[in-house]
Nanobody, 122 residues
Framework: VQLQASGGGLVQAGGSLRLSCAAS????????MGWFRQAPGKEREFVAA????????YYPESVKGRFTISRDNAKNTAWLQMNSLKPEDTAVYYCALDSKGSTWSPTEWVYWGRGTLVTVSS
């Protein structure tokens, strides 16, 4: 499985961005899908996850109510809608597939895409 994230860019605080993650192959629907981010000098952190069917979503408190994860298994694509962006949301955002655990640690995920940079100016 190969993943390609896109949609990053420069946005002012309070603005919105929509990230996309396109997956190759025909097994996308078998996997839990997640988004992570890594700011300069910081560890990669969990941002959102969505179940195989899309019926369940998971967020940390830092983005809950502002970010929305979704997926379309027919299109092998997932999205991260980010609203009310803050300067502290600035990071490289990564999409990932196939979690082997339940803590949302980055080490539990098997497939990773290249990141897309999101910069939020104040």
């Amino acid at each position: 499985v190969q993943l390609q994230a896109s949609g990053g860019g420069l946005v002012q605080a309070g603005g919105s961005l929509r990230l996309s993650c396109a997956a190759s192959g025909r097994t996308f629907s078998r996997y839990v899908m997640g988004w992570f981010r890594q700011a300069p000098g910081k560890e990669r952190e969990f941002v959102a996850a969505i179940s195989r069917s899309g019926g369940r979503t998971y967020y940390p408190e830092s983005v809950k109510g502002r970010f929305t994860i979704s997926r379309d298994n027919a299109k092998n694509t997932a999205w991260l809608q980010m609203n009310s962006l803050k300067p502290e949301d600035t990071a490289v955002y990564y999409c990932a597939l196939d979690s082997k655990g339940s803590t949302w640690s980055p080490t539990e995920w098997v497939y990773w895409g290249r990141g897309t940079l999101v910069t939020v100016s104040s």
